[in-house]
């Protein structure tokens, strides 16, 4: 196991990804030349990705921080983020041992055809799996936790891929992120929910902004007028000052930078996969299967409503940790990978960020309260590893360890009750036999209910590599 974490520690995504998208082409039968092709244009693109969130983030996080202090939030809990949750759930023994075991199962349940999603492709996002699986260990000493998290998550990523892999352009790809999937179904109903009531007549999109704005509704200018406006809020105090105003312009630019560099980026990582995507199509026509390679969420960040969506929710989380009763937690390292946690709904709102980030808030609650009940255990295991509790905070929490489905499945396994635990399995055993017997049907239907007006994504038109 100690070998597995070295790898995993050695070689990130932008080498583990090429590797797996090579074999894959080889075992496809595709050309030795566009399997290397693939291979490289895949790191290339993950290198990208990298880059733009590696310096966006150092921009963003000052002007969260000020948000959060001019908010005046004095509760017990402070949100650590995902960087620091991944740490704790891959420096636990019993964490180690899940990797080993989760990977060979994966690739046990791809192979039986179990799953259409080859999810070991994204490896490193297993460490919410990890997390979870942990915490249970740690409580009840039972090991199933993270074997029936990732059945549910794989079911979710195969019943969301072909929205995700049509809205961002990224043919064969699809999330699996525990932390993120774990929300499709709330998703999904919300999604159904809001277009029976009419939200998507208010579709505003970069697309319809574009329309009616003219050059303002670019999705560059929007990126600069979204950060300008981030910058004002972050900075209300102390507008009279020089650096204020720096930071300020620092931050439009950079947001403008972003929804600019992104798409031609994702353009580079979505023709590594055209081979892949080529030898597929031949393949159903022979009767073969449809599947689809798990990819980091950081494929979707930069997309322009998605980007909006993810810095629009701020000020909203904010308010929700003031407001809601019952909530016992800071967000503060969420705050800026909102983009993330957006993916999803925008993807199923087909780019209209109002209905996505109405989405967003009604989720964003539930994990308030989710992330308040499964603290102190989170903090348990984070002194346990040796983390250090922030100054002025009795306990910690990552928002990776607060979705609500993971949650709620822990909860019930919590109580030891054979009935409730049970009743868990079979309600995974009736979704997962309902979406066999009825793909296509359900995949319509999803599709029926994504208002079909954007028409620019992140990874369209990209490059022959043939």
Request: proline share 4%.
């Amino acid at each position: 196991m100690e070998i597995l974490q070295k790898i995993m520690n050695t070689f990130g995504a932008s080498i583990f990804v090429p590797v797996v998208i090579f074999i894959i082409c080889l075992v496809m039968r595709i050309s030795l030349k566009k399997a290397i092709n693939s291979a490289i244009l895949a790191g290339v693109g993950l290198v990208g990705f990298s880059m733009i969130t590696d310096y966006f983030t150092p921009v963003i996080s000052p002007v969260v921080d000020k948000m959060v202090k001019i908010a005046h939030l004095n509760l017990p809990v402070l949100d650590i983020g995902w960087q620091a949750t991944a740490v704790i759930a891959y420096s636990t023994k019993i964490g180690m041992v899940f990797i080993g075991l989760l990977l060979v199962f994966q690739i046990f349940l791809f192979a039986i055809r179990w799953t259409n999603v080859f999810m070991p492709s994204d490896l490193w996002n297993n460490y919410s799996l990890i997390l979870w699986g942990s915490e249970l260990f740690l409580l009840t000493k039972n090991m199933w936790l993270a074997s029936m998290l990732m059945l549910v998550c794989l079911l979710y990523a195969e019943v969301i891929a072909k929205r995700w892999s049509t809205y961002y352009g990224y043919p064969q790809c699809t999330l699996t992120a525990p932390h993120q999937v774990g929300n499709v179904p709330y998703a999904l109903a919300m999604n159904w929910l809001f277009s029976k009531i009419g939200v998507d007549k208010i579709n505003i999109n970069p697309e319809t902004i574009q329309k009616k704005l003219g050059f303002l509704g670019d999705p560059m200018l929007i990126g600069f007028i979204v950060g300008f406006g981030l910058g004002i809020i972050g900075n209300i105090t102390t507008l009279s000052t020089i650096a204020s105003w720096g930071q300020i312009l620092t931050t439009a630019i950079t947001t403008s930078a972003v929804m600019a560099i992104f798409p031609k980026i994702g353009s580079l990582f979505a023709s590594s996969f055209s081979s892949i995507t080529a030898a597929s199509q031949k393949s159903m026509q022979k009767g073969g299967r449809e599947w689809y390679v798990a990819v980091n969420d950081a494929l979707g960040y930069g997309e322009a409503a998605t980007l909006t969506t993810g810095i629009l929710m701020i000020p909203f989380a904010l308010i929700l940790a003031f407001i809601l009763p019952g909530n016992i937690i800071v967000p503060v390292m969420c705050l800026t990978g909102f983009a993330y946690d957006s993916e999803i709904n925008i993807a199923l709102a087909d780019g209209n960020i109002f209905k996505a980030l109405l989405m967003d808030i009604c989720i964003f609650a539930g994990q308030l309260y989710i992330g308040s009940y499964f603290a102190p255990a989170f903090t348990r295991i984070a002194r346990e590893v040796g983390v250090q509790m922030p100054k002025g905070s009795l306990m910690v929490i990552g928002f990776v360890a607060a979705n609500i489905t993971m949650g709620l499945i822990t909860i019930a396994f919590l109580t030891q009750n054979p009935i409730i635990i049970g009743a868990v399995v079979i309600l995974y055993l009736v979704q997962f036999l309902y979406y066999k017997k009825n793909k296509n049907k359900v995949t319509d239907t999803i599709e029926k209910y994504s208002d079909y007006t954007a028409i620019r994504k992140v990874g369209t038109n990209t490059p022959d590599i043939s």
